[in-house]
T-cell receptor, first 116, second 114 residues
């Protein structure tokens, strides 16, 4: 069974600084995908970035990058140059992609607060 | 492009009453998901549809929850009878196909059972 662990309930960062949100995962499927979602106070989940287990390079999307360390089973999100609008809940998620059921399993989330 | 639409946004009911939530996915998206998000936790998948067929409903409490997706487009999720522990945000999401990395979420329905 797949499992996602986010050990940081809350994180604080100064505006314009970088921040790393931790995520570790567990799965027995050799083919899987890792995701990060942002959930602002409005409630909707916003897709940020995706990393496939066979991707050789770390995924990047603008100010977001995923630090994928396969041997350590970690998929940390790095946000560079934090902005006030980055304050939100951040969820790490994974899905096993070896079969036909692409079900997302989420971690408990990290509340990021960006201070001016 | 219109996003995933959900209604109502908020609902308060008494325990043992019934309630229904509605979701309209993005046009052309074959895969539709219903998630339950209890306060302080990450979303948990309740049911996944591919067109109008169920792919996964292993975590759906079938004694009280039901869901359907008519004609492979809109979907409704029903709870009957509701319990206090059903208080949560119910999120609907859709993707082009299940293999697509990006799933688009609606704003959710916040249910409070009193």
């Amino acid at each position: 069974a797949q499992k996602i662990t986010q050990t940081q309930p809350g994180m604080f960062v100064q505006e314009k600084e970088a921040v790393t949100l931790d995520c570790t995962y567990d799965t027995s499927d050799p083919s899987y995908g890792l995701f990060w979602y942002k959930q602002p106070s409005s409630g909707e989940m916003i897709f940020l970035i995706y990393q496939g287990s066979y991707d050789q390079q770390n995924a990047t999307e603008g100010r977001y990058s995923l630090n994928f360390q396969k041997a350590r089973k970690s998929a940390n999100l790095v946000i560079s140059a934090s902005q006030l609008g980055d304050s939100a809940m951040y969820f790490c998620a994974m899905r096993e992609e070896g079969g036909s059921n692409y079900k997302l399993t989420f971690g408990k989330g990290t509340l990021l607060t960006v201070n001016p | 492009e219109a996003g995933v639409a959900q209604s109502p946004r908020y609902k308060i009911i008494e325990k043992r009453q019934s309630v229904a939530f509605w979701c309209n996915p993005i046009s052309g998206h074959a895969t539709l998901y219903w998630y339950q998000q209890i306060l302080g936790q990450g979303p948990k998948l309740l049911i996944q549809f591919q067109n109008n067929g169920v792919v996964d409903d292993s975590q759906l409490p079938k004694d009280r929850f039901s869901a359907e997706r008519l004609k492979g487009v809109d979907s409704t999720l029903k709870i009957q009878p509701a319990k206090l522990e059903d208080s949560a945000v119910y999120l609907c999401a859709s993707s082009l196909v299940s293999q697509t990395p990006e799933a688009f979420f609606g704003q959710g329905t916040r249910l409070t059972v009193v």
